[in-house]
T-cell receptor, first 112, second 111 residues
């Protein structure tokens, strides 16, 4: 199964943009790139997902490299509530869908 | 619309006891999964299901059984609890490819 690699931790200042990187060099053509975040003592929460094109929603933007071997989650203006562990995962889009595996994620600290 | 409901929220077991963690969703999702999360770690996939009557193993299936007799429910059974199974367990459901919804977790301690 394809794996993802993320930095263990990142820091940001409040109200500044944050770029969270993810490497997935063994991604297959049918894998979707999903991002989730987990606040302390809570279950993971969906952030955004995409296949090939860049994606935007009310929470964030997802920039996907042309060769799909890496992606970046962009939080346009970090707030203290964005402090969480962010997970980049690959979700198979074929008959093996449902078998999504998480790595250890990136712990984002937001400083006031 | 309750989303994904896990019960119980907390449980303490003695080594060797068995129990079932319940997971129910009311969104008519085809896909359901069970994960465990050890302290300071990411989530690891235990078992998953792509529809009623269909289940498969994830990364860490040993010591756990699942079945999926209905679309709504996906219980996780611990056959003989061991201290190594002390963890937080999360259930998730989704439509194919789309966003997954997670429950609030079951915090299990095995003594």
């Amino acid at each position: 199964d394809a794996k993802t690699t993320q930095p263990n931790s990142m820091e940001s200042n409040e109200e500044e943009p944050v770029h969270l990187p993810c490497n997935h060099s063994t991604i297959s053509g049918t894998d979707y790139i999903h991002w989730y975040r987990q606040l302390p003592s809570q279950g993971p929460e969906y952030v955004i997902h995409g296949l090939t094109s860049n994606v935007n929603n009310r929470m964030a933007s997802l920039a996907i490299a042309e060769d799909r071997k890496s992606s970046t989650l962009i939080l346009h203006r970090a707030t203290l509530r964005d402090a969480a562990v962010y997970y980049c995962i690959l979700s198979p889009g074929n008959t093996n869908a449902g078998k999504s595996t998480f790595g250890d994620g990136t712990t984002l600290t937001v400083k006031p | 619309n309750a989303g994904v409901t896990q019960t119980p929220k907390f449980q303490v077991l003695k080594t060797g006891q068995s129990m079932t963690l319940q997971c129910a969703q009311d969104m008519n999702h085809e896909y359901m999964s069970w994960y465990r999360q050890d302290p300071g770690m990411g989530l690891r996939l235990i078992h998953y299901s792509v529809g009623a009557g269909i289940t498969d193993q994830g990364e860490v299936p040993n010591g756990y059984n699942v079945s999926r007799s209905t679309t709504e429910d996906f219980p996780l059974r611990l056959l003989s609890a061991a201290p190594s199974q002390t963890s937080v367990y999360f259930c998730a459901s989704s439509y194919p490819i789309n966003e997954a919804f997670f429950g609030q977790g079951t915090r299990l301690t095995v003594v």
